[in-house]
Nanobody, 125 residues
Framework: QVQLVESGGGLVRAGGSLRLSCESS????????MGWYRQAPGKQRELVAT??????????NYGDSVKGRFTISGDNAKKTVYLQMNNLKPEDTAVYYC????????????????WGQGTQVTVSS
């Protein structure tokens, strides 16, 4: 089993920045991919960013609404991922969830085996 814990959420004004972190514990050796998703009230869960976490791997993937503003990065050894969010907009307000999986299918389907409990990000106008 893998446990994921997000941190770094909060309230920020439009145009500001936040950095989210996701730390994993448990059977982290099984994690090959990690990502961030978000869900706003009354809306479906939305892809934010994903990345592979195997040593020497590369290849990030971003949702269209955050490209150029958000950056995913991580520590492959610790299976920790970060999400640097710049130029935040009110429409970025949501609960942000960290996800992890062994299979690349999770990146394609959005069906991840492990999820964190989420961290709230609120952007005021």
């Amino acid at each position: 089993q893998v446990q994921l814990v997000e941190s770094g959420g909060g309230l920020v004004r439009a145009g500001g920045s936040l950095r989210l972190s996701c730390e994993s514990s448990g059977s982290i050796f099984s994690i090959n991919f990690m990502g961030w998703y978000r869900q706003a009230p009354g809306k479906q869960r939305e892809l934010v960013a994903t990345m592979p976490t195997m040593a020497g791997s590369s290849g990030t993937n971003y949702g269209d609404s955050v490209k150029g503003r958000f950056t995913i990065s991580g520590d492959n050894a610790k299976k920790t991922v970060y999400l640097q969010m710049n130029n935040l907009k009110p429409e970025d307000t949501a609960v942000y969830y960290c996800a992890a999986d062994q299979s690349s299918l999770a990146v394609v389907t959005g069906n991840w085996r492990y999820w964190g409990q989420g961290t709230q990000v609120t952007v005021s106008s």
